[in-house]
């Protein structure tokens, strides 16, 4: 199912949860209007929990179908009520970078990383999403997670992408990708878009020709 709308009056639905093929992770503070959008576009089990008491789930979060990673500003609180409600691999990373989703983009083939994770950093972000990981850039900047919107049968990136870095991607997550836009023009396409491979969900602001080149590289037409 393709929708287009807005989660509590905000265009960038991807920053309020996160699509996997095996379920949907959102904060617990949704409204039933956006619940009831997720639920008819995805129709999967939902985790819902807030992150450092933030509803932007998308944003401080990264999930594959294997696992999420939070985090380290996850309270205890959180950190039980996700384990309670997942079938995955759930764990948080002691690193001074938190906003996740931002800086790391992932589908269930490959993670694409802010190239200031080390070493050890990167070797949990594989270990908890369950794929390989491998750092670099979108448009010559390190927030690839805010720069790509990615599933398991396309990615959009950055206009500005650099043709290495698409290549780069497209060996990494096992998919096609391409440039576009959001939102009327917003280059930062995961917050614009909430998608996996059977539903996608675009910001209200999102133009009829974005929603039709989204539907055409995430495979829905």
């Not at 095996?22 to 008819?40: G, H, P, Q, Y």
């Not at 929990?49 to 696992?67: F, M, P, R």
């Not at 959009?156 to 836009?181: C, N, R, S, Y």
Request: glycine share 8%; charged share 15%; proline share 3%.
């Amino acid at each position: 199912m393709i929708a287009r709308t807005d989660f509590e009056g905000d265009s960038n639905v991807g920053a309020y949860g996160i699509a996997t093929d095996r379920f949907v992770f959102t904060s617990s503070n949704m409204s039933e209007k956006a619940l009831d959008s997720i639920e008819k576009a995805f129709n999967l089990p939902l985790i819902q929990s807030t992150i450092a008491t933030l509803d932007v789930i998308g944003l401080v979060s990264v999930a594959t179908s294997n696992g999420i990673l939070i985090p380290y500003t996850t309270t205890d609180d959180e950190l039980a009520q996700i384990k309670a409600a997942s079938e995955v691999n759930v764990c948080w990373i002691d690193n001074k970078m938190t906003a996740l989703g931002n800086i790391i983009i992932a589908n269930d083939n490959g993670a694409l990383c802010h190239p200031d994770f080390d070493f050890k950093a990167r070797q949990q972000i594989a270990d908890t999403l369950g794929v390989e990981v491998v750092s670099g850039s979108i448009a010559k900047l390190p927030i690839v997670g805010a720069n790509t919107v990615a599933t398991t049968k396309g990615a959009i990136v950055h206009p500005l992408a650099t043709a290495g870095e698409i290549e780069l991607l497209t060996q990494l997550l096992k998919v096609d990708v391409e440039v576009g836009t959001v939102n009327r023009g917003s280059p930062y396409t995961s917050l614009g878009i909430l998608a996996n491979v059977d539903g996608m969900i675009a910001g209200t602001d999102t133009t009829g020709v974005e929603l039709a080149h989204a539907s055409q590289v995430l495979g829905f037409v």
